[in-house]
């Protein structure tokens, strides 16, 4: 059993909402995750087997905290925040977690530097939606160079932001880079509801696509 405790409180919100006001297209969130999505993010990462962490934008921690619930001494964990204050607030509630203060597109450089490569498991919170486009390129460019065949991608989109061209682009696009489509479920308890997003890194015709589709209520994109 995981220790359910919410890792979300007024400071964070407080934090979040202010990080917000000053640069609405990077942070792209007035709330924190909740505790449902976050939950749903995790159900891909195997945290019994040794292995590789990384989450990009970790922000307040709404994810981190729940990761970190699950780690043990056998797994590798990384997190990459653009935004030096998000940083210092991540390392003061988690010390042992190491958490650099710099954008996801230097995912690929900062892994392999060290020697964090491949990788098992990304988790982002990233606003792609709003992310400027060459940011959102090369940040895929690199996900997918570290992940491991077979690895994951976890992300979430907002409900209101799903149908949009943006949304939809950014799905074809990392499907295409993923060579496969993502499990697809939606957090109602979330504000606002959200969608939350699963692609396994294709393992050339080694591993057919349906062989791993997630149970329960995961739906196909
Ligand atoms: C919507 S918030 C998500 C925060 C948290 N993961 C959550 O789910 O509540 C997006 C986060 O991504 C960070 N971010 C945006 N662009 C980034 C980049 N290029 N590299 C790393 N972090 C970035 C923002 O600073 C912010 O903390």
């Not at 962490?53 to 990459?80: D, K």
């Not at 900062?110 to 020697?115: E, L, N």
């Not at 499907?175 to 396994?200: C, F, I, Q, Y």
Request: with cysteine; aromatic share 6%; net charge positive.
């Amino acid at each position: 059993m995981h220790d359910a405790t919410p890792t979300t409180g007024l400071r964070e919100h407080v934090l979040l909402f202010s990080r917000f006001l000053r640069s609405p297209r990077t942070v792209g969130a007035v709330t924190p995750s909740s505790r449902a999505v976050a939950e749903a993010i995790v159900e891909h990462v195997d945290f019994d087997q040794p292995g590789r962490i990384v989450e990009l934008g970790p922000g307040t921690g709404a994810l981190t905290g729940p990761i970190v619930e699950r780690l043990g001494p056998h797994i590798e964990f990384l997190a990459l925040e653009i935004d030096q204050a998000f940083c210092e607030r991540i390392q003061r509630r988690w010390p042992a977690v190491e958490c650099i203060c710099a954008s996801a597109e230097q995912l690929d450089r900062i892994a392999a530097a060290r020697g964090m490569t491949p990788v098992d498991h990304i988790v982002s919170g990233l606003p792609f939606v709003s992310l400027p486009q060459p940011v959102t390129r090369q940040i895929l460019e690199s996900v997918v160079s570290v992940l491991r065949p077979g690895g994951t991608f976890s992300t979430f989109q907002y409900l209101h932001a799903y149908g949009m061209p943006a949304g939809a682009a950014f799905r074809k696009n990392m499907s295409g880079r993923m060579g496969s489509e993502p499990d697809v479920r939606l957090v109602m308890k979330n504000l606002p509801p959200a969608l939350v997003l699963t692609w396994h890194k294709e393992i050339a015709s080694i591993l057919p696509q349906r062989s791993r589709r997630a149970q329960g209520p995961w739906l196909r994109a």
